[in-house]
């Protein structure tokens, strides 16, 4: 790709942040909390604007409903106001089907078909709360499964699901796309009923075009090979979109690319050999983490920048040159050529591009010095501070 291009599509890129990533989490063990936490949807979204503020690629936030319910008095459309006012807009909605007592055994694959009803009109509100938002993507996550042989028929709990699936696809309107993210275990420990990326393709498969996988880079047993599992959805046309974040063990959600710098560069390389980095592809790149111990918004702007950086690399190998190592059969030249770029160091490329849309080459020491942080520490005193389950 010529120099020029290169620069264009980094500049042009597209990373939504997670509302939940500004507020306080943790582990079953202990939620540690920090100051100036958000204590309401509209202060996340003020949070996620000053990522899209320092960096210039994140324009959109994902909300987690009920997570990011309005206060009392406002509706979503004000909150979609806010985002306008602040420089974003909302992004995926995320309904939350794994918090109320009523899903133990499960929400839309649960046994009883009350509580699957309950689920079901959750899903129907959060198309709703797109439609007032003006957001095009509902993210289906769900935590069904069961935790021991016998305790639920595994056949049946698919049945289920495709019927819930088909009830919320119907809903849909035309220009709406339904990600179906899937993960291998957690909370259920022995069956999951979209535990890997072949059950969410069959069923998005059965649903129709709108339809499409979502990658949560977490969601893997170790050693997964993620770029297959990419190259052969794109090659579908089922990609829907990315979880960005990384895993040493299990679905770790920490920063993207903190773990495995490689991996998510050969990610970023299937993509970008789809020429498929730009919005108008229809993949979605949205992070999915959780910052336990380190600061939100500087969390936030680290892992975009870590996204950048290994589009950038992918961007920069030599695809002339790689097609006629391959077609040769040369395997040490192919290897190398990828390599090559995987080596690069990128980070001056991208300070250029930031200078060139009017920003600081560095955001992680832009932010710090715009006195942001102080602000909010100041300012966000009483109230409660959102964290899971708010
Ligand atoms: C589940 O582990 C998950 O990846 C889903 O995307 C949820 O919506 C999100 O994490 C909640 O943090
Ligand atoms: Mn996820």
Redesign the pocket.
């Known amino acids: 790709m010529h120099p020029d291009q290169i620069r264009a599509t980094l500049a042009q890129q597209h990373i939504e942040t997670p509302s ?1 990533a500004y507020g306080n989490s943790g582990t079953r063990f202990k939620v540690f909390a920090q100051d100036g936490i958000p204590r309401t949807a509209f202060e996340k979204i003020s949070d996620a604007a000053q990522v899209h503020r320092f960096t210039g690629v994140a324009p959109t936030v994902a909300i ?1 409903i009920p997570w990011d319910t309005p206060d009392a008095g406002r509706s979503y459309a004000d909150l979609a106001e806010h985002a306008r006012s602040e420089g974003v807009a909302i992004g995926a909605v ?1 309904p939350n089907t794994f918090q109320d007592d009523a899903y133990k055994l499960g929400s839309v694959c649960n046994p009883d078909p009350a509580i699957r009803r309950r689920a079901i009109g959750h899903l129907l509100e959060c198309i709703d709360i797109m439609r007032e938002t003006g957001s095009k993507e509902l ?1 289906l ?1 769900f935590a069904d499964g069961t935790n021991y042989p016998g305790q639920d028929s595994i056949r049946e709990r698919q049945d289920r699901l495709a019927a819930a699936l088909a009830e919320t696809y119907a809903a849909l309107d035309d220009d709406m796309t339904m990600l179906v ?1 899937y ?1 291998f275990f ?1 909370p259920a420990f022995y069956s999951t009923d979209l535990p890997d990326w072949g059950t969410s393709l069959l069923h998005c498969l059965h649903l129709g075009p709108q339809a499409k996988v979502l990658v ?1 880079t ?2 893997h047993a170790p050693g997964t090979n993620i770029e297959m599992i990419v190259a052969t959805l794109l090659r579908e046309g089922r990609l829907g979109g990315f ?1 960005f974040n990384s895993r040493f063990y299990a ?1 770790d ?1 920490l920063m993207v690319g903190s773990a495995d710098p490689f991996a998510l560069f050969r990610i970023m390389f299937e993509i970008a050999q789809a020429g498929a980095v730009l919005p108008d592809a229809g993949v979605a790149f949205m992070l ?1 983490q ?1 910052h336990n111990i380190e600061a939100k918004i500087p969390g936030q702007i680290r892992s975009v920048m870590n996204v950048q950086e290994a589009t950038a690399k992918a961007l920069l190998v030599d695809l002339a040159a790689l097609a006629g190592a391959r077609s040769s059969g040369d395997v040490l030249a192919a290897n190398a050529i990828v390599m090559d770029a995987y080596s690069s160091d990128v980070r001056p490329l991208l300070a250029a591009v930031r200078e060139e849309q009017g920003l600081a080459p560095d955001p992680m020491a832009a932010f710090a010095a715009s006195g942001y942080t102080e602000k909010i520490v100041s300012e966000r005193v009483g109230g409660s501070a959102a964290g899971w389950g708010a």
């Open positions: 939940w987690h995320n993210s996550w993210e993960k957690e949560d977490g969601h979880h679905d959600d999915d959780c």
